[in-house]
């Protein structure tokens, strides 16, 4: 099994910073991918951010140029650095991996964490 725990949320002013982290741990072997997913009051829970373990990282069109994703790898952990934060990116930010929990298989799957908030106040 593998376990996610989120931390860093919090509530800050439009245009403040705040830094999520993520940590995994379990039997993990690899973990292939780790990204970070929000869910607004109301609405589909949307991608933000994605690294894979080569460090190519995707983002979303809404939050390119604020965040920046980035990750540990030693320590199985990601990280999200929001700056210039809008109201819009209010919501429940999860993490999420993708792990190979079996020796010697190449399957992944995918594991989430409990999430963090983020409230951004005017």
């Known amino acids: 099994q593998v376990h996610l725990v989120e931390s860093g949320g919090g509530l800050v002013q439009a245009g403040g910073s705040l830094r999520l982290s993520c940590s995994a741990s379990g039997s993990i072997f690899a973990i292939n991918a780790m990204g970070w997913y929000r869910q607004a009051p109301g609405k589909q829970r949307e991608l933000v951010a994605t690294?894979?373990?080569?460090?190519?990282?995707n983002y979303a069109d809404s939050v390119k140029g604020r965040f920046t994703i980035s990750k540990d790898n030693a320590n199985n952990t990601v990280y999200l650095q929001m700056n210039s934060l809008k109201l819009e990116d209010t919501a429940v930010y999860y993490c999420?991996?993708?792990?190979?929990?079996?020796?010697?298989?190449?399957?992944?799957?995918?594991?989430w964490g409990q999430g963090t908030q983020v409230t951004v106040s005017p």
């Open positions: 999420r991996a993708e792990a190979v929990v079996v020796a010697g298989s190449r399957n992944a799957y995918a594991y």
């Open positions: 690294i894979v373990s080569a460090g190519r990282t």
